[in-house]
């Protein structure tokens, strides 16, 4: 796994477990691309499972039915775009379809802002991880 850390464009609202935590990491799993990031304002954790253009959920929409039955509900679907990408030749397949999460609904908190649930519902990068290579083994069953 590699990671990042980034200049803090936005403090963060309160002291916690995420003041030491990267901003951006990928890897390998389950044979799949994996990527997962802060979300640039509010801070919350993002994560990603790239699929390669043979996979049955390639270029589909996360309102599909295919995906109603994964672990996370699914809110982004998409190519390479900004800092949803791949990170120099560090990733398994040239060209993904990046079906990825985020954690900044309910009562999850959001350290850039402060203002979804209480600190205590921060999911953190140990979390979020664990997820993505969860949904990563989702879509490798499919």
């Known amino acids: ?3 990042e850390h980034h200049a803090r464009p936005v403090p963060y609202a309160s002291e916690g477990p995420w003041n030491n935590e990267p901003d951006k990491a990928w890897w390998d799993h389950a044979g799949y691309d ?4 802060r979300h640039p304002t509010s801070r ?3 994560g990603y499972v790239g699929v390669p ?3 049955a959920l390639y270029e589909k929409d996360y309102e599909d039915p295919a995906f109603l039955n994964f ?3 699914i809110t982004y679907v998409d190519f390479c775009r900004d800092h949803i990408c791949h990170h120099g030749d560090d990733f398994k397949h040239a060209k993904v379809w990046w ?3 985020d954690f900044a609904h309910g009562c999850d908190y959001s350290p850039g802002i402060g203002a979804l649930g209480s600190p205590n519902n921060y999911k953190t990068f140990e979390y979020v991880k664990r997820a993505t290579e969860a949904m990563a083994e989702q879509l490798a069953a499919v």
């Open 44 to 46: 919350h954790w993002c």
């Open 71 to 73: 672990t996370e509900e």
């Open 99 to 101: 079906i990825g999460f």
């Open 34 to 37: 994996c990527l997962m990031h």
């Open 53 to 55: 253009s043979d996979h």
């Open 1 to 3: 796994m590699k990671t």
